[in-house]
């Protein structure tokens, strides 16, 4: 969906233990961001950035860290997974201008037992 | 403060019926984007249309067509005819421009089931 790829695409973890989720983009854009979805619950902003090296939090950024050391690549880390962090998680990303469309990657669908 | 709400959780039409889905938003900013973004069961996202608070016009795409009323806060979305293929969750969302565009904030999604 507009070259954006997440990867992996399904994970399970034990509580406590540590992951990183991968978003990668083919279309230059500036702005990339992690959701997480949950039933009934729409998508939540976790953390944002608006250019390579910049980050910023978004709705519910606890438990989660994130960089973007290179403009194509966004990724999400949990360093101690817990239970409240199943979820499915998406990457999207955003053209520069404000209230410009977002694209979305396929998800990943984490579990934490 | 922003916020989007879709109040049908779920909707159940039979195929060739017309169906509406809301959306109600708030916003203290006067310029604003709304969005409708489809997710079919497959899981992807899918974006649909973009409206700015400055254009209310109704917009029409084949059997979708939206209706965007700032006197109301409401942005509806109705599709003409329903299909199977139309089964999804829809999502509205808001971004406000006094934000620089970088938070759009979602509904909860009303899911749509088109029976046969």
């Known amino acids: 969906n507009a070259g954006v790829t997440q990867t992996p695409k399904f994970r399970v973890l034990k509580t406590g233990q540590s992951m990183t989720l991968l978003c990668a983009q083919d279309m230059n854009h500036e702005y990339m961001y992690w959701y997480r979805q949950d039933p009934g619950m729409g998508l939540r902003l976790i953390h944002y950035s608006v250019g390579e090296g910049t980050t910023a939090k978004g709705e519910v950024p606890d438990g989660y860290n994130v960089s973007r050391l290179k403009k194509q690549n966004f990724l999400l880390g949990l360093e101690s997974a817990a239970p409240s962090q199943t979820s499915v998680y998406f990457c999207?990303?955003?053209?520069?201008?404000?209230?410009?469309?977002?694209?979305f990657g396929p998800g990943t669908r984490l579990t934490v037992t | 403060a922003q916020k989007v709400t879709q109040a049908q959780t779920e909707i159940s039409v039979v195929e060739k019926e017309d169906v509406t889905l809301d959306c109600v938003y708030e916003?203290?900013?006067?310029?604003?984007?709304l969005f409708w973004y489809k997710q079919p069961p497959s899981g992807e996202l899918v974006f649909l249309i973009r409206r700015n608070s400055f254009d209310e016009q109704n917009e029409i795409s084949g059997r979708y067509s939206w209706n965007f009323q700032k006197s109301t806060s409401s942005f509806n979305f109705t599709i003409t005819a329903s299909q199977v293929v139309d089964s999804a969750v829809y999502f509205c969302a808001l971004s406000e421009a006094g934000t620089g565009g970088f938070k759009t904030i979602f509904g909860a999604g009303t899911r749509l089931f088109v029976k046969a």
């Open positions: 999207a990303i955003q053209g520069s201008g404000s209230g410009a469309e977002q694209y």
């Open positions: 916003t203290r900013d006067t310029t604003y984007y």
